[in-house]
């Protein structure tokens, strides 16, 4: 069965410092893995996803992730924390390979100081 | 293409009572999921659709709980007899089948049962 875990429920950074926010996942299939943010009462926003391929993955907002398949890990980083960061990540991993449904961590508020 | 809509937003109901959501996917996708997200925790899934037909249900969802998509369009959630418990964001996703994973998220009906 698969599974995600993400360490640290809070994470606190300045201004202009990295952001690193893990996620380590379970999967008895190649696994397809996501990072969504979401905003105070509202729905979740696609960051990046890895299915094949390239094992760093670019997405919005200058955040990325790299897959590494040896720590079953795929951590969301962005060099430089901007006040608009500030939300709630979800690390996700896909049930059942390609045609399942989303399977999500708990979360980590990420809380940005000026 | 607006994107998924989720209505209402917002329901405050008195326990005991039914309540109804309804969800209007990406015209094109024919996946729709439900998801149910409550304070502090990922979101989990409750059911999806491909097209009309309802493929797979979660434990979650227990009797009082049901979900269609008549016609292969927009989908209903219906809660019956309202627990205190039931209290959560349900969120709606749709997908096309054959895409690269574009799951695309609702705003979510935050539920409170007073």
């Known amino acids: 069965a698969q599974s995600v875990t993400q360490l640290g429920s809070h994470v606190s950074v300045s201004e202009g410092a990295l952001v690193l926010l893990r996620c380590n996942y379970s999967s008895s299939v190649p696994p397809y893995l996501f990072w969504y943010v979401q905003y105070p009462n509202q729905g979740l926003q696609l960051l990046l996803k890895y299915t094949t391929g390239a094992t760093l993955v670019k997405g919005i907002n200058g955040f990325e992730a790299e897959f590494k398949k040896s720590e079953t890990s795929f951590h969301l980083t962005k060099p430089s924390a901007h006040m608009s960061d500030a939300a709630e990540y979800f690390c996700a991993v896909s049930a059942g390979g390609s045609q399942g449904n989303l399977i999500f961590g708990k979360g980590t508020k990420l809380s940005v100081k000026p | 293409d607006t994107g998924v809509s989720q209505n209402p937003r917002h329901k405050i109901t008195k326990r005991g009572q039914n309540v109804t959501f309804r969800c209007d996917p990406i015209s094109e996708h024919n996946r729709l999921y439900w998801y149910r997200q409550t304070l502090g925790q990922g979101p989990e899934f409750l059911t999806y659709?491909?097209?009309?037909?309802?493929?797979?249900k979660s434990r979650l969802l227990s009797d009082r709980f049901s979900a269609e998509r008549p016609k292969g369009s927009f989908s209903t959630l219906e809660i019956q007899r309202t627990e205190q418990g039931d209290s959560a964001m349900y969120l709606c996703?749709?997908?096309?089948?054959?895409?690269?994973?574009?799951?695309?998220f609702g705003s979510g009906t935050r539920l409170t049962v007073v």
């Open positions: 659709f491909q097209n009309e037909a309802q493929l797979e």
């Open positions: 996703a749709s997908r096309w089948e054959g895409s690269s994973y574009g799951y695309t």
